[in-house]
């Protein structure tokens, strides 16, 4: 993004993305905990923000800082949930937008027996593959069938037993080199054995990666403004 700031912070006509994304978390009425996982050190500023946010008072809002990567940042958030805690959501603040209804398809996924479940787009873009990453595709590609692959969104889903055996697992000093490389948990728990189930996506909910996806966002917003959402 390139905005001088920890993209969570980034503003999104007038409020945070995280504000954004912890008001359509708390709508969907399928989270009774929320943890808010944070650079270090803007805790607190993190919890003043979503203080705010309508369903905020009900729900038990905490937020502890994230760790050197990925991964590390996620195994923090397990770990402050209470230990009634049976099912995990695991957000991206950069899907700012995600449909409340989408997080609470994504919980009653797992309540009603999967152990991990991720939201998925279909693919409309021909998709070739160059080979390794980082391979200039001299050698050739490959068109791979679109028909079968999904663009993974969040929140992803989880058993919390699976999520948090898969975390400790990949944290211990014979993990696969694999556990390291993943991009996400859904990812993480199938290696490790568990089975990924997809339930549909939602255009809303793109990723804030570049400053162009921050005028997509906008413009979304003022279509639900309008009444008239995709």
Not at 117 to 124: D, I
Not at 202 to 212: N, S
Request: negative net charge; charged residues 20%; hydrophobic residues 50%.
């Amino acid at each position: 993004m390139a905005a001088g700031a920890p993209k969570a912070f980034v503003l999104l006509e007038g409020r945070e993305l995280l504000v954004h994304a912890a008001e359509r978390v708390l709508r969907s009425g399928a989270v009774d905990q929320l943890v808010l996982v944070v650079p270090a050190g803007r805790e607190g500023e993190a919890l003043a923000l979503v203080a705010g946010v309508p369903g905020a008072g009900a729900a038990a809002v905490r937020a502890v800082p994230g760790g050197a990567d990925r991964r590390s940042s996620v195994a923090a958030g397990i770990a402050a949930l209470d230990a009634g805690v049976d099912v995990v959501l695991v957000h991206d603040a950069a899907r700012c937008l995600t449909p409340p209804a989408q997080v609470a398809d994504v919980a009653a996924a797992v309540a009603a027996g999967h152990e991990a479940v991720v939201p998925g787009l279909a693919v409309t873009d021909t998709v070739r593959s160059t080979g390794l990453p980082g391979s200039s595709g001299e050698a050739g590609s490959v068109q791979l069938d679109r028909a079968v692959l999904r663009l993974v969104q969040t929140p992803q889903g989880f058993r919390r037993d699976v999520l948090e055996r898969a975390h400790a697992t990949a944290a211990g000093g014979d993990a696969p080199e694999a556990a390291l490389a993943v991009t996400d948990d859904a990812s993480l728990v199938e290696l490790f054995g568990a089975r990924v189930h997809v339930v549909p996506g939602h255009e809303e909910a793109l990723k804030v990666t570049r400053p162009v996806d921050l005028l997509v966002a906008s413009a979304l917003l003022a279509r639900e403004r309008a009444g008239d959402p995709l």
